[in-house]
C-alpha cells in the first residue's frame, strides 16, 4: 500500500454520463497530480493542484475538471463521456520540497471503461 | 515541449541475459525517474537520479544518468522471469522548480522468458 488512496478501483459507466474520481494524498503531502494511461496516448499529465490550488493543466479535455479540497483530497470529475475516456486514472503525490523528501508516488488507479 | 522517449518499445530476453533500456529527453531538466509497471497495476518507483553521473543500483537493475547527453539507461543483468514488466522513464522537475509535472516516456515492455 503506498498511502495514496484512489476510490473507486473499477467504474463501468455509459457514454454520456459523468463521473467523479477521487484520490486521498498521504499524510503531509500537498501535492495532488492526475495522470491518464490508455494505450494509444501512453501516460499524460492532467492536472496538478497544490494546497487546494490549480497549479497546472495538462492535456486535460474541456468536459474534465478537478478540484482540491481543505483535507487535500482531490476529485477528478470526467462529463459527457466517451468510449475514447476509457482509461486508467492515476493520482500521485510527492512530499513537500522543504522536507528533503524526493519522489513521487502514484495510487493504484482507477480503471474507467465508457460503454 | 519537453519530449521523452524510449528504445526499445519491445525488449523480448532470454533468462540469464543481459540487456539496455535507453530514455532519452529533448529539454534540461533536474530529475529522472524509473518506474516499473505490471498489467494492471500501480507505477513502483525503481530509481530517482538527481544528477549528472548519478548510477543506481538494486538487485538486477541498474540505472545511471548523462544530463549532458539527455540521456537515462536502465540496465538488466541475468534477467529472470519475475522482472517481466512494463518499465517507463520519466523527467520531472522543470522549470527551475524540484518538482512539477512528470513527462513519461513510452514505456519498454519486457519479457524474459526461459
Known amino acids: 500500500d503506498s498511502g495514496v488512496t484512489q476510490t473507486p478501483k473499477h467504474l463501468i459507466t455509459a457514454t454520456g454520463q459523468r463521473v467523479t474520481l477521487r484520490c486521498s494524498p498521504r499524510s503531509g503531502d500537498l501535492s495532488v497530480y492526475w495522470y491518464q494511461q490508455s494505450l494509444d496516448q501512453g501516460l499524460q499529465f492532467l492536472i496538478h493542484?497544490?494546497?487546494?490550488?490549480?497549479?497546472a493543466k495538462g492535456n486535460i479535455l474541456e468536459r474534465f475538471s478537478a478540484q482540491q479540497f481543505p483535507d487535500l483530497h482531490s476529485e477528478l470529475n470526467l462529463s459527457s463521456l466517451e468510449l475514447g475516456d476509457s482509461a486508467l486514472y492515476f493520482c500521485a503525490t510527492h512530499p513537500p520540497p522543504q522536507t528533503g523528501g524526493i519522489g513521487y508516488t502514484f495510487g493504484s488507479g482507477t480503471r474507467l471503461t465508457v460503454v | 515541449e519537453l519530449k521523452v522517449e524510449q528504445n526499445p518499445l519491445f525488449l523480448s530476453m532470454q533468462e540469464g541475459k543481459n540487456y539496455t533500456i535507453y530514455c532519452n529527453y529533448s529539454?534540461?531538466?533536474?530529475?529522472l525517474y524509473w518506474y516499473r509497471q505490471d498489467p494492471g497495476k500501480s507505477l513502483e518507483s525503481l530509481f530517482v537520479l538527481l544528477s549528472n553521473g548519478a548510477v543506481k543500483q538494486e538487485g538486477r537493475l541498474m540505472a545511471s544518468l548523462d544530463t549532458k547527453a539527455r540521456l537515462s539507461t536502465l540496465h538488466i543483468t541475468a534477467a529472470v522471469h519475475d522482472l517481466s514488466a512494463t518499465y517507463f522513464c520519466?523527467?520531472?522537475?522543470?522549470?527551475?522548480?524540484?518538482?512539477?509535472?512528470?513527462?513519461f516516456g513510452q514505456g519498454t515492455i519486457l519479457t524474459v522468458h526461459p
Open positions: 529539454t534540461t531538466s533536474d530529475r
Open positions: 493542484y497544490y494546497n487546494g490550488e490549480e497549479r
Open positions: 520519466a523527467v520531472g522537475g522543470a522549470g527551475g522548480t524540484s518538482y512539477g509535472k512528470l513527462t
